[in-house]
């Protein structure tokens, strides 16, 4: 049985990126796979690297088990309008952006997860932020019930190969339940 009192939480450094960014891209090609070319991982890398670099808006927090191994990460971003079917819905400085949450498949139903969004949550907060944007997909286990559960609402829904839904809920606004 999993104790959640082992696992501790903190925001990504220089010093910890190495670990996170492994245990992103172990989950991203876990549940991508192939789906994804290998540009658009690259295209992802880069990006991780700039956000990384402006700490002022953007933070990736990291779960920790006690063996120091990540076992869940979050991040949050300004969001830069990059998306051409939701392009102009949102003021950008206003905007924050979830991605990259991933809990390892052993730490699942834990409270993991919650715990990682209270904390990007909080930071967005302290950042003025108003709005919170995420995309996820269908196929992800666990996702979109996930976001839903924390208040979520979707705004435009595009099927597809994807299975892309696009979400959006206030900075200041509850979850409506804890999944």
Same mark, same amino acid.
């Given at each position: 049985?999993?104790?959640?009192?082992?696992?501790?939480?903190?925001?990504?450094?220089?010093?910890?990126?190495?670990?996170?960014?492994?245990?992103?891209?172990?989950?991203?090609?876990?549940?991508?796979?192939?789906?994804?070319?290998?540009?658009?991982?690259?295209?992802?890398?880069?990006?991780?690297?700039?956000?990384?670099?402006?700490?002022?808006?953007?933070?990736?927090?990291?779960?920790?088990?006690?063996?120091?191994?990540?076992?869940?990460?979050?991040?949050?971003?300004?969001?830069?309008?990059?998306?051409?079917?939701?392009?102009?819905?949102?003021?950008?400085? #206003? =905007?924050?952006? +979830?991605? !990259?949450?991933?809990?390892? /498949? $052993?730490?699942?139903?834990?409270?993991?997860?919650?715990?990682?969004?209270?904390?990007?949550?909080?930071?967005?907060?302290?950042?003025?932020?108003?709005?919170?944007?995420?995309?996820?997909?269908?196929?992800?286990?666990?996702?979109?019930?996930?976001?839903?559960?924390?208040?979520?609402?979707?705004?435009?829904?595009?099927?597809?190969?994807? #299975? =892309?839904?696009? +979400?959006? !809920?206030?900075?200041?606004? /509850? $979850?409506?339940?804890?999944?």
């Amino acid at each position: 049985m999993l104790h959640v009192k082992t696992i501790s939480y903190e925001r990504v450094t220089q010093k910890t990126f190495a670990k996170a960014n492994a245990f992103i891209w172990e989950q991203c090609e876990f549940h991508y796979g192939n789906k994804m070319m290998p540009e658009r991982y690259e295209v992802l890398k880069k990006r991780i690297e700039v956000e990384m670099s402006r700490p002022e808006c953007c933070a990736i927090f990291i779960a920790l088990n006690e063996k120091e191994e990540v076992v869940g990460v979050i991040a949050l971003s300004d969001y830069d309008d990059r998306i051409e079917s939701i392009q102009g819905r949102y003021r950008t400085r #206003q =905007t924050a952006e +979830m991605s !990259r949450c991933y809990v390892h /498949e $052993a730490y699942r139903r834990c409270g993991i997860g919650v715990r990682l969004f209270e904390l990007a949550t909080t930071f967005a907060k302290e950042r003025g932020y108003e709005m919170l944007y995420l995309h996820t997909h269908y196929f992800l286990p666990g996702g979109f019930l996930f976001w839903s559960a924390m208040g979520f609402a979707i705004t435009l829904d595009e099927g597809g190969i994807w #299975q =892309t839904v696009h +979400m959006e !809920r206030l900075v200041e606004q /509850e $979850a409506r339940s804890y999944a």
